[in-house]
């Protein structure tokens, strides 16, 4: 049996979890300064790690306290190691290590993203191959995994991710951070939609691009403005959710028809939208195991971090006293 205590703290969550064997939840407590940053429209790094340092602690023990357990019970400590806001993983990291050190325990280290993908790993067994579409603030990504531990990026990003889309977009219709759950609800008030691009790029490619919807977003505001308008952001709403579900699932479904896995994963933030479950599930659900975690394991969380830490624990990884944040951590 393996108890494994993870800290996640690469952006504005402070999370602790506990996880049996890699599979079983004991805890998952997470604080979030979501508040704290919507009044500046978007992530502070500095507020974060200021409030990472101030939660941490409180957070650790609640988890442990949740899961009945005290830190001789743990096998390891696993903590993000990037990619994130520097400043704020280092806030889990020198905890991981404190811990790691006072109780003599070996501490892993995990890719954020990787993290992500395990999530699944709390709902539903892996099986390999799998195509795992992640989609965060900070991510948009097809990777092909065809076996434990081993990332195969397929397509990204150009330029925003889609979370990052979804935020500004929502700021340009004056909707508060985070942008994502907003934009969602003022989609469903539509009775209309506004109509706007979607970017496919060259044929073959699985990369995405979102810049272009978001400066159609802003330029349907400013002329509507010229014009003396008063643009109708539900109907806005509904048409940027529309172009980027639209592209996602597409390029999602053009994958799994090339690379036939055997499960469709869903991770990120991003894919607590319910519109984008509703669709993944209408193209693919009758022919491929699909997976999306329940929304409070979409979203940043520890849980996702152990999952993935008990894997690596199994593959043999150990990190070290020298462990540091890695901002542009790879896969
Ligand atoms: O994975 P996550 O919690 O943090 C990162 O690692 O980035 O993802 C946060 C992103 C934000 O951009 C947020 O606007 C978006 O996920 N998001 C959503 C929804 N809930 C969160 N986007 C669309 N629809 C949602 N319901
Ligand atoms: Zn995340």
Sequence with gaps: MTIILAIETSCDETAAAVIKDGTTILANVVATQMESHARFGGVV??????????????????????AEVTFSDLTAVAVTEGPGLVGALLVGIHTAKAIAFAYQLPLIGVHHIAGHIYANQLVQPMQFPLLALVASGGHTELILMKEDGVFEPIGQ???DAVGEAYDKAARAMKLPYPGGPNVEKLALEATEEINLPRSWLEKGSYDFSFSGLKSAVLNRIHNDQQKGIDTNFAAL???????VTDVLVTRTVTAYD??????VLVAGGVAANKGLRQALE?????????VIPPLH????????IGACAHQMWLSGARGDLSMNGRPGMPL
């Design 237 to 243: 709403a509904k048409g940027f959710q529309e172009s």
């Design 157 to 159: 990003t150009r330029d």
């Design 45 to 66: 790094p500095e507020v974060a790690s200021r409030h990472h340092v101030e939660a941490v602690t409180a957070v650790v023990e609640e988890a442990l306290e949740k």
């Design 258 to 263: 090339e690379f036939q896995p055997k499960q």
């Design 297 to 304: 394991l979409c979203t940043d969380n520890a849980a996702m």
């Design 282 to 290: 209408n193209r693919l659900a009758n022919k491929v195991e699909l």
